[in-house]
């Protein structure tokens, strides 16, 4: 294994007005057991103790680096993450949420089993938690390995496959010409993953917990199941983006017409509907009766919940 350690991991983390949450995350990256990684930490404006908090860090372990997010990058989780990918030195990329518990193994297992089966990102499973973190880790090293490629794009836009911008290591050649959307403040990580996805790139999964998430109302995920007007509008513009990089490579079938049809609904907006059946060349007639059913939705759906119940 030591011999691995001369190929560097740049673990990339935003944070904004974390400092009750940021000092658990950065000890369980201080505990890897995999050393030869650098962790950019990118302030995106918070206002908050963060940096007295980090200090500690910061004088005790070089290989911690603050940085203030600059202006030409715009607010928000996406452009602190295009700073980072700009900064980062190390062969891999993996992001890190700054309120999250991370497994002592994680990098170690990731590096030795990408390098081991020569692919460009490696994909884990993610368990989540809210308020202490309580969990026991599982030291073994008795995990299956999958291999993914682009037949398992329709998998993670539907969700049956989760691509958690926190449950990917990628190598950096992966963001060569690639950067996440700035102007989303939801969804980017699957809107800029999807990209990825269709390019000449092959990785594996494996079914191993190497990361853990709080779950907490002030989370990005958090406000948009509270119905947050921004998370969703950008959950809407994410989608309109997916849909563009489906159609490049010509991917529609019935499974994802069911989804985004399903999709506009819950989401209240029939331009994803209208889009998805425009690129995929949709009938006239399915283009009348989706509209009609997209306006009858909000009289229907009660009774759908209904039906469920029996």
């Known amino acids: ?35 030869n990684w650098e962790c950019i930490i990118i302030d995106d404006g918070g206002t908050d103790n963060t940096l ?7 004088l005790k372990d070089n290989r911690f680096k603050y940085l203030k997010r ?13 700073f980072g990918i700009d900064k980062a030195k190390g062969e891999y990329i993996i992001f890190f949420d700054d309120d999250d518990i991370i497994h002592p193994d994680n990098l170690g297992i990731c590096v030795a089993t990408l390098v081991k089966f020569k692919v460009d ?15 026991k880790f599982d030291r073994s090293s008795d ?23 926190c449950q990917v290591l990628w ?55 509270n119905r947050d007007n921004i998370r969703i509008k950008s959950h809407i513009s994410a989608t309109l983006m997916v849909l563009d990089t489906i159609a490049s490579v010509n991917l529609f079938n019935n499974t994802l017409k069911k989804f985004f049809i399903r999709l506009g609904l819950e989401l209240h907006s029939f331009r994803i509907i209208k889009k998805y ?15 009609i059913g997209f306006q009858l939705y909000p009289f229907i759906k009660p009774l759908f919940r209904l039906k469920s119940k029996f």
């Open 1 to 35: 294994m030591e011999n691995l350690y001369i190929t560097n991991v740049s673990i990339i983390m935003a944070t904004y007005n974390r400092a009750h949450f940021i000092e658990e995350t950065l000890v369980s990256i201080q505990n890897q057991t995999y050393k």
């Open 52 to 58: 007295e908090i980090l200090q500690p860090f910061l």
């Open 70 to 82: 600059p202006s030409n990058h715009i607010k928000g989780l996406p452009g602190c993450r295009n």
């Open 121 to 135: 990102y490696i994909r884990y499973l993610r368990e989540v938690f809210i308020q202490k973190f309580s969990k």
């Open 143 to 165: 995990f299956n390995v999958s291999p993914l490629n682009f037949l398992d794009l329709e998998k993670m836009i539907i969700g049956k496959l989760p691509f958690n911008s």
């Open 171 to 225: 190598k950096k050649k992966c963001f060569k010409n690639i950067r996440f959307n700035e102007q989303l403040m939801y969804a980017e990580e699957w809107e800029c993953y999807s990209r990825i996805l269709i390019s000449d790139v092959k990785g594996i999964s494996i079914d191993k917990t190497l990361f853990f998430g709080r779950k907490h109302e002030n989370s990005n995920t958090g406000e948009y199941k």
């Open 277 to 291: 059946l425009n690129l995929s060349n949709a009938k006239w007639f399915d283009k009348i009766k989706y509209k």
